[in-house]
Structures are given as C-alpha cells and as structure tokens.
C-alpha cells in the first residue's frame, strides 16, 4: 500500500481560482442583520458608510455559490499558500490510535494565522475602491498583523485597536505591526467617544474585542476615505477562509482520504467556517455526512451557553444587530484567558448551522487546552497557538474515543496558527500558574440581560 506523505502540498496550479459561499446551500439562510436605527433589515448601501462597497455586496449576497478570487489576490495568496496538509502521524503514535489525524496548518505566514486570507482580500478591495485609510480591532494580534502586512503591501494606512490585555500580554505585537507601518492603539483609549465612555464606566477595564470594534468603527465613520475592516464573524470573511477548506479537501482527494470528523476552534467563527465549508456542502446536499465538531474557550463558551439572538456586534452598540449565539455584548471574558478566542459572539453563518443541527460544539478550559498543545508541539514540532490548540483539543478527544472503539476515523483539523507571541501564556501553563476561569449562570444573565429588544421578534 502506497504510503501517504508526511506533507501533502498542492502546487500553485491546483490552487482554487473561487471561494465557496456557504450560504447558497444552507436550506436556510441566516436572519438578516438588522439596521441598529431602525431594527429593519439592513442593506448593502446601508452598510458603504462604514464597509468597503465590495465587501458589503459580499456581506449580502447569500446565492453566489462561487466566487472568483480576483487575480491580484491569487497572486499574493501565492506568496503563503498552498499551505500543507499533514498526516499527524507522531501525534498518532503518541496517541496509540487507529484514527488517521490530519491538519491544515495556517501558520506559515507573518501574522502566524489564517487571518491573512481575509486580510489579503479585504485590502485588495479597499484599494479597488480607492479607499485613503482602514481601520480594525484585533484580539490575540494575529489579525492586527495580518491586516498590516496587507495594507503594507498595498500601501493603505491601517490602525489598529488592539484589545489592552492583549496588548499588554504580547508586547510584541506592537512592534511587529509597526514593521508594516500599522498604527496601533491600545483599546479601550481615550482617542473616540466609545473608548472614553467605557473607560469612565469602568477605568480598569482589560477591554474586549467588542469594544475595539466600538473604537475601529467609530474611528472608521468619523474619517474622511476611511472604512472598517474586521477580521471574523462576518460572512464575507467566512467566504474568503473558505480556502481552508477548499484546499484541504482537494490534497485529502489526492490521498483518497476524507474525514469522518472535521474540528476547528471557535472564536468568531471564521477558520472554522472556512476549514468545514466544503465538507459542510456535501451535509447540507446529502452527498456525505461528516460530524463537525466547534471547540470554544470554557471562558467565553458563545455556541455552547450562548443564547440565539439579535445582538450588537461590539460594546459600543453602534454596529448593526446581528442574530447569533452570543453572551451579550457587554460580556468581557475573563482576562487570564490566553486565547484569541474572547468575542462575545459567534459568525451567524455558524450560528445558524449550530441551531439547525448540522454541528455540534465544546467547550474546554485553558489549562486542557494548554495540556493538548504541548503534547501537540513535542511529537508534531510546531508551537501551536492557544486558539488553535482548541481544535487539537477536540481532535485528541475524538482520537482517543477510536482508540476505546477500535474506529479507524479520518479527523481533520484547522490549525489556524503558531504560538510564538503567546509565551507568557506556555509560561504560565509550565509554572503551574494558569488557572481556569468558568462564567457562573449569574454572570452570562447579566450579559443576557442587556440583549437588546427588537420589536416583533424579540422582546
Ligand atoms: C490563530 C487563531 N486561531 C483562531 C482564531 C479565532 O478566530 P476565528 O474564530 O475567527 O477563526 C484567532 C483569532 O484571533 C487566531 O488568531
């Protein structure tokens, strides 16, 4: 029997030239996000104030299967991409399973995520339109970056808001967008009225990325040529990251593999959206049925404990209402937690899978996940990020349920990115100083609590 290879690389040619549109095949499409003056559904033209026009017919636009990825984009992409596929098989052995374990590692790039799939088109876009500057929040900073090194590469003055325990955790960061001539800002700031309020609310505040996106948006609409770009939740970014997926399972074909189960971490949605897409087509068109598993922080457990609502996407309540599993946008998760994955929502696209019944989801604590990556980093020898180390999480779980069964299951997994600026984080893991922070019920209710009402359909 042919042996499959450690690696498995596409070349530049069998790269796909059309992003997936999840939505043209879901038997239902996810509500429509809701005007926050008017609470009616919102339209493109609505939106231009503060997105790119490109990317708010993106937004909209729930029937285009396939979208071709404009050339200039396929040619940056060539510069990270393909990324590999890889047969784990080490973390197998270690293991002692009969499962098949593969990921798609995403790290192999500045940022050190997948992110820079997203950011890469929304530049692309933003530059089309003529646009003089952008601005973002980030979390864990992958985004931040990405997002500069694009708009570096195509010349658009960016700043970011950066949430301030972040910022504080991974001074790095700053330095690194700075090398791409980014503007960074620790968030919430004194620099817009949202920042301001906030902090009068609560001056210790360690921010959210629902506040940052109060401060980018804010920033965005009172600048003249400036738009907000965002790094996950939204459909737009959900199709560009359906090249996770779409890759994976072209190199998965060429080893006549597919998964039984495919797994990626939950933070706004978007690598998991992008890593399941395909497999997720042939659910939603009966042609396979693999599970497919969401893996969130124990902290800031969205799908898991969430509730399905029209929701704000940031603190500030000045972005439209989106209906998702969320924990109130007031929610500001616990600031030990490590991860990337402190969003008080989730992508809609998801969300709306997850209600249906197509997917399931977890939620672990940081102290499992941590255990999960370094096991993960000794036998496959990447450092993987605290996000991504959720989805290792879940794919050893499942693992170890075959090695009970004695199932031969074929898992894949997104390993969105590496973990080199979160050493503070393996620090603490390694002292035995982590500690896990659960929500009690009281603390989601008062998130719940402030959801806002919406006349007719939620009251
Ligand atoms: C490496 C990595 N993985 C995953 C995520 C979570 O984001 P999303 O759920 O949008 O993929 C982040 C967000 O910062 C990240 O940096």
Known sequence: ??????????????????????????????????????????????????FCEELAKQEMDDSTRYVDIPEEIQEFYKMFRPSPLIRAYNLEEALGTPAKIYYKFEGNNTSGSHKLNSAVAQAYYAKEQGLKSLTTETGAGQWG?????????????????????????????????????????????????????????????????????????????????????????????????????LESKIAMESIDEYP???????????????????????????????????????????????????????????????????????????????GGLRYHGMSPIVSKLYHDGYMEAISVEQTKVFEAATLFAKHETILPAPESAHAIYGAIEEALKCKESGEEKTILFGLTGTGYFDMMAYESYLKGTMTDYIPTDEDLEKGFSELPKVLGIQE
């Open 145 to 245: 970056t990405a997002l500069a090194e694009a708009c570096s590469y195509y010349n658009i003055p960016l700043t970011v808001y950066m949430v301030k325990c972040s910022y504080e955790q991974k001074p790095f960061r700053k330095a690194i967008i700075e090398t791409f001539d980014g503007n960074i800002i620790p968030s919430p700031s004194t620099t817009t009225n949202a920042g301001r309020a906030i902090l009068e609310k609560d001056p210790d505040t360690t921010g959210s990325l629902g506040c940052a996106i109060s401060e980018a948006v804010e920033k965005a609409v009172t600048t003249e040529g400036c738009k907000y770009v965002l790094g996950s939740v939204l459909n737009q970014v959900l199709l560009h990251q359906s090249i996770i997926g």
């Open 1 to 50: 029997m042919k042996k499959i290879p450690h690696r498995i690389y596409l070349t530049e040619d069998q790269m796909p030239k059309q992003w997936y549109n999840l939505r043209a095949d879901m038997k239902e499409i996810p509500d429509p996000m809701l005007n926050p003056q008017t609470f009616k559904p919102a339209t493109a033209e609505e939106l231009y104030p503060v």
């Open 260 to 338: 039984d189960i495919v797994i990626g971490c939950a933070g706004g949605g978007s690598n998991l959206g992008g890593v399941i897409a395909p497999f997720m087509q042939d659910k939603l068109t009966g042609k396979a049925n693999p599970m497919i598993i969401a893996v969130e922080p124990a902290s800031c457990p969205s799908l898991t404990r969430g509730r399905y609502a029209y929701d704000f996407c940031d603190v500030g309540k000045i972005t439209p209402l989106a209906r998702m599993y969320t924990l109130g946008s007031s929610f500001v998760p616990s600031a030990n937690h490590a």
